[in-house]
């Protein structure tokens, strides 16, 4: 079946530490999307790449970093900058960044330690 | 910028009860606009989507119409069943390469 796999589901930082949340498609899709949810709050945009090897800042790109090597991986790191790293990361993608209907995955809950 | 404004929640309803989730947007130009909804522990998914003013979307029983005078795009369903208990994401497409931009979710329960 085609979809959006993010890992873990549960992640824990500890303080100083960078962690990598995965990301991975199978629909053959150019453009992906990494989204932060709080709760109340609406999705806010962190980066966003359009084909391999191009990225682009969203709305709160401090404190994350990101890499596309491959079409179908979209891994995100939570650096050690980003102080307030606790909310549920969802990963998204679209056949184009022109196609409005996002793919999404099922999340990952990363917390601090 | 863009924005969306959504009632918060959470809205409780019996099974059976009418429901109307309202959003308001801000955008320049002519948005589309979308409503996901997000089962709990799952991702997003769309629901319905409107891309012209006066177009009504629909899916699943769910209905919203793009009002452009009013700025709005209510979610509304005649029936809610207690399998239709999630939270529900206003969005629009606007000025800024089209990324979407969300509310800040409704979270809908609906009891037996």
């Known amino acids: 079946d085609g979809g959006i796999t993010q890992s873990p589901k549960y992640l824990f930082r500890k303080e100083g530490q960078n962690v990598t949340l995965s990301c991975e498609q199978n629909?053959?899709?150019?453009?992906m999307y990494w989204y932060r949810q709080d709760p109340g709050q609406g999705l806010r945009l962190i980066y966003y790449s359009q084909i391999v090897n191009d990225f682009q800042k969203g709305d709160i790109a401090e404190g994350y970093s990101v890499s596309r090597e491959k079409k179908e991986s979209f891994p995100l790191t939570v650096t050690s900058a980003q102080k307030n790293p606790t909310a549920f990361y969802l990963c998204a993608s679209s056949f184009r960044q022109e196609d409005e209907k996002l793919f999404f995955g099922s999340g990952t809950q990363l917390s601090v330690l | 910028g863009d924005s969306v404004t959504q009632m918060e929640g959470p809205v409780t309803l019996s099974e059976e009860a009418f429901l109307t989730i309202n959003c308001t947007y801000t955008a320049t130009g002519y948005p589309s606009l979308f409503w996901y909804v997000q089962y709990p522990g799952e991702g997003l998914q769309l629901l319905l989507k409107?891309?012209?003013?006066?177009d009504k979307g629909s899916n699943k029983g769910f209905e919203a119409t793009y009002r452009k005078e009013t700025t709005s795009f209510h979610l509304e369903k005649g029936s809610v069943q207690v399998s239709d208990s999630a939270v529900y994401f206003c969005a629009l497409s606007g000025s800024a390469g089209n990324m979407l931009t969300f509310g800040g979710g409704t979270r809908l329960m609906v009891k037996p």
């Open positions: 409107a891309t012209k003013a006066d």
């Open positions: 629909l053959n899709h150019d453009a």
